[in-house]
């Protein structure tokens, strides 16, 4: 059974770089598939945020690429966001997923949220 | 950018009824990249509906998605209580960003 995990900072103030990373278990990343992060503001709807191949090819939301690094670590069997110059409009439960496409996910983390205030 | 509108926003039916969702795209949804997740509150989110019309493992046959080009959707057979939640389509075509649509909440009556 895969299972995927987010950890990080719950808090981050404005202007820094938020970074979370997401452990998976159950598969090994280097096997196959995309591995995503998404985003959710409290209640609010879903925001694609970015995705990265198991062979670190990476693909970016247009309105965050200039602030977003998707990477990944097969030694650890995880990956990571970083998200740069961080206003409050950042906050939100940010999950990671297991894509079977670049923005189609059949595996989620239960999600971690992240508040940006000073 | 594919922008997706689904309506209604809210949904009241009872236990036993059929629900019928939609969402419409600004332009066309290449190869049918459209799938439907299922919400429920505290919870991540979980795939439906992929490739317009196709279940997921497990998913139970009482969800069945339809559509192409533009129009889509989402059809709930015989609502169960644990059925009641929110629901978001979302296109994964070949360019990002991968959008969602705002999301119908489905409630019961």
């Known amino acids: 059974q895969v299972q995927l995990q987010e950890s990080g900072p719950g808090l981050v103030k404005p202007s820094e770089t938020l970074s979370l990373t997401c452990a998976v278990s159950g598969y090994s990343i280097s096997s196959g598939y995309y591995w995503g992060w998404i985003r959710q503001p409290p209640g609010k709807g879903l925001e694609w945020i970015g995705s990265?191949?198991?062979?670190?090819?990476?693909y970016y939301n247009p309105s965050l690429k200039s602030r977003v690094t998707i990477s990944v670590d097969t030694s650890k069997n995880q990956f990571s966001l970083k998200l740069s110059s961080v206003t409050a409009a950042d906050t939100a439960v940010y999950y990671c997923?297991?894509?079977?496409?670049?923005?189609?996910?059949?595996?989620w983390g239960q999600g971690t949220l992240v508040t940006v205030s000073s | 950018e594919i922008v997706l509108t689904q309506s209604p926003g809210t949904l009241s039916l009872s236990p036993g009824e059929r629900a019928t969702l939609s969402c419409r795209a600004s332009q066309s949804v290449s190869s049918s990249y459209l799938a439907w997740y299922q919400q429920k509150p505290g919870q991540a989110p979980r795939l439906l509906i992929y490739?317009?019309?196709s279940r997921a493992t497990g998913i139970p046959d009482r969800f069945s998605g339809s559509g192409s080009g533009t129009d889509f959707t989402l059809t709930i057979s015989r609502l169960e209580p644990e059925d009641f939640a929110v629901y978001y389509c979302q296109q994964y075509g070949s360019s990002p960003p991968h959008t969602f649509g705002q999301g119908t909440k489905l409630e019961i009556k």
């Open positions: 490739g317009a019309s």
């Open positions: 990265i191949y198991h062979s670190g090819s990476t």
């Open positions: 997923a297991r894509g079977v496409a670049v923005g189609l996910f059949d595996y």
